[in-house]
Nanobody, 113 residues
Framework: QGQLVESGGGLVQVGESLTLSCVASASIFSYGTMGWYRQAPGNQRDLVAWITSGSLTNYVDSVKGRFTISRDNAKNKIYLQMNNLKPEDTAVYYC???????WGQGTQVTVSS
């Protein structure tokens, strides 16, 4: 059914930056549009940024101007550059298509004030 492996999370201070990476199997990456989701404790998993196969990007308002999604089609990878991190960005971050069938393990991002 494919594979999704997220990495790059960690513990940072408010205002610092992190870059997340995700490698997907070719069968998943071929879907085209890929996105980053996040889930904070007690909350639902929400899509926060997505990128089409042609690298058109979209963001939810809460991360617009601070997060940048990108992709490397040759490597089946997507990235999420996160700047000016805030405590409310604390969550487990996942990558996936816009029609997820299964999930990877995610990567924890914790922003400490």
């Amino acid at each position: 059914q494919g594979q999704l492996v997220e990495s790059g999370g960690g513990l940072v201070q408010v205002g610092e930056s992190l870059t997340l990476s995700c490698v997907a199997s070719a069968s998943i990456f071929s879907y085209g549009t890929m996105g980053w989701y996040r889930q904070a404790p007690g909350n639902q998993r929400d899509l926060v940024a997505w990128i089409t196969s042609g690298s058109l990007t979209n963001y939810v308002d809460s991360v617009k101007g601070r997060f940048t999604i990108s992709r490397d089609n040759a490597k089946n990878k997507i990235y999420l550059q996160m700047n000016n991190l805030k405590p409310e960005d604390t969550a487990v971050y996942y990558c996936n298509t816009l029609s997820p069938r299964f999930w990877g393990q995610g990567t924890q991002v914790t922003v400490s004030s």
